[in-house]
């Protein structure tokens, strides 16, 4: 490889590294929390990849010190990142996870799959997807309750 195509492999590639980078910056616009906060983008890339933006619902800031996201997924589930002098910090499902250790950072991203494959939680709806009682009627109101009839037999 000479000098030139070497120059060329490096330029290409840097032109497809900050278009991805731009896509990021792009879809953490849709969220307020992530323009206020790039650390906090940053480990959320980290964490779900720079696809993030197809899993998110969104983001809400939960307490100022330690300084505490919870994190909304599509599918109704959340987990909370809190941000401390060293590292951020992890929890889901109620275990904590110090994303400093690399470690630790592959277990959490391990933890939020599975929250992922879960599904919606009881109760929760999915973008777009319409309740029944929405679309039909309830029948069981209008109709009129068959009577029991009760016998007691008491012997005294």
């Given amino acids: 490889m000479t000098?030139?195509?070497l120059?060329?492999?490096?330029?290409?590639?840097?032109?497809?590294?900050?278009a991805e980078k731009a896509k990021t910056d792009d879809a953490a616009l849709a969220y307020d929390e992530l323009v206020k906060f790039p650390a906090l983008k940053d480990i959320i890339v980290d964490l779900l990849t720079d696809q993030f933006d197809s899993f998110l619902e969104s983001v809400d800031w939960v307490a100022p010190r330690p300084t505490t996201f919870r994190i909304n997924l599509l599918?109704?589930?959340n987990f909370l990142l809190m941000f401390t002098d060293r590292s951020w910090i992890g929890q889901v499902q109620g275990k904590k996870y110090y994303l400093l250790n690399l470690d630790e950072e592959e277990r959490c991203a391990l933890a939020i799959n599975r929250l992922l494959r879960v599904g919606p939680a009881s109760g929760a709806e999915m973008e777009g997807e319409a309740s029944e009682t929405d679309t039909t009627t309830d029948t069981a109101d209008t109709e009129v309750e068959d009577e029991v009839d009760v016998n007691v037999d008491v012997d005294a």
């Fill in 3 to 5: 000098k030139a195509e």
């Fill in 7 to 18: 120059r060329e492999k490096i330029k290409t590639l840097a032109v497809q590294v900050m």
């Fill in 75 to 77: 599918n109704g589930q």
